[in-house]
Nanobody, 125 residues
């Protein structure tokens, strides 16, 4: 049973930083891909970042390029999302997701097979 658990969300002022973590358990994830998505109130889920399990290359949504960084730990069981220069528009629930095979449709939430429960990020202006 694959399980993803996010942590690190919270309240931060605009311009601040947060680092989200996603701990994966249940099996070996070699060859998988990891993504981060977010969903603001009343809006559709939005692609934030993705990478294959090797950690590179990395891909980002246009709204976060240059400010967010996706990475994973050496053991390959935790994926991080470093978020800098946060903006109020970044408020929402952030989800990590796992895809059993990295594809060129990494930006689509329908590609992902497993999801965490989400962690709330609130950016105050």
């Amino acid at each position: 049973q694959v399980q993803l658990v996010e942590s690190g969300g919270g309240l931060v002022q605009a311009g601040g930083s947060l680092r989200l973590s996603c701990a994966a358990s249940g099996r070996s994830f070699r060859g998988y891909a990891m993504g981060w998505f977010r969903q603001a109130p009343g809006k559709e889920r939005e692609f934030v970042a993705a990478c294959p399990w090797s950690g590179t290359p990395t891909y980002y949504g246009d709204s976060v390029k240059g400010r967010f960084t996706i990475s994973r730990d050496i053991a390959g069981r935790t994926v991080y999302l470093q978020m800098n220069s946060l903006e109020p528009e970044g408020t929402g629930v952030y989800y990590c997701a796992l895809d059993r095979a990295f594809s060129r449709s990494y930006y689509s939430d329908t590609e992902y097979d497993y999801w965490g429960q989400g962690t709330q990020v609130t950016v105050s202006s």
